[in-house]
């Protein structure tokens, strides 16, 4: 059976840091293009961070990050544990939303989404 669970949620002061993790069962992560979105209340969902997947073509293993992100978030996967990580520090207010990851196939029309978890900045 094929599935995600997210992990790794929660409240968190401004200044803290959270790593979500997203765990896929029933398939492989190797030729999946797998990013982190993100959605605040009100707000459109938007993605925060991706990474390529392994097979041949353009964005191989490419790893891209949200400019309102960047040099606080990181993506990485470990394939032995078929698990991506989003890893957040210095967390702000502005950070609040329930974070989904997102799989979707480098050549074939298949694409998984995690149920979400929420991620609340607030002193």
């Known amino acids: 059976q094929l599935q995600l669970e997210e992990s790794g949620g929660g409240l968190v002061q401004p200044g803290g840091s959270l790593r979500l993790a997203c765990a896929a069962t029933?398939?492989?992560?190797?030729?999946?293009?797998i990013g982190w979105f993100r959605q605040a209340p009100g707000k459109e969902r938007e993605r925060v961070s991706c990474i390529g997947g392994v097979g041949p073509g353009s964005g191989v293993g490419i790893i891209n990050y949200a400019d309102s992100v960047k040099g606080r978030f990181t993506i990485s996967k470990d394939t032995t544990k078929n698990t991506v990580y989003l890893q957040m520090n210095s967390l702000k207010s502005d950070d609040t939303a329930v974070y989904y990851c997102?799989?979707?196939?480098?050549?074939?029309?298949?694409?998984?989404w995690g149920q979400g978890t929420q991620v609340t900045v607030s002193s």
């Open positions: 029933g398939f492989s992560l190797d030729l999946y293009n």
């Open positions: 997102n799989f979707k196939h480098q050549y074939f029309t298949r694409e998984y």
